[in-house]
């Protein structure tokens, strides 16, 4: 994390609102620095609205691996994988799209947001 990105930077601005200028040049900083490349390898093409039990947990394990590294950085407490969160969010999600008029892309916000829910604060 670039200086200035800090943990009390952090905390200051969701108090008040109001990011510091050290915290808003260390973000921009850690955004140019912040690439990401795929496997090249992995050229898989899957099904977002009926993923399988092993894809969606290969995604939630990845999101909490990026969570975690940057929890790690910050200096706070890893997170934990729980299979219960994750049934738990397909139930909402599977509810959600079976509304009537539900497009594919609200399944899509709907399905981060409930996933990051699987990953509950050990």
């Known amino acids: 994390m670039p200086s200035g ?3 009390s930077a952090i905390i200051k601005w ?3 609102g109001r990011a510091s200028k050290a915290l808003i040049n260390a973000s921009k900083k850690g955004m140019k620095e912040n690439t990401y490349s795929g496997a090249g390898s992995d050229n898989t093409l899957v099904n977002v609205t009926n993923l399988s039990h092993s ?3 290969e995604l939630s394990r990845y999101a909490l691996s990026l969570i975690n590294s940057a929890h790690h950085q910050l200096g706070k407490k890893s997170w934990t994988y729980k299979a219960s969160a994750l049934h738990f969010a397909d139930r909402v999600a599977n509810h959600t799209t079976s509304l009537a008029g539900m497009q594919v892309t609200m399944y899509l916000v709907s399905s981060v947001q409930l996933k990051l ?5 050990e």
Do not use: G, P, R
């Open 5 to 7: 990105y800090t943990k």
């Open 14 to 16: 969701n108090q008040t």
């Open 55 to 57: 894809q969606k947990v």
């Open 117 to 121: 829910l699987a990953l509950t604060q």
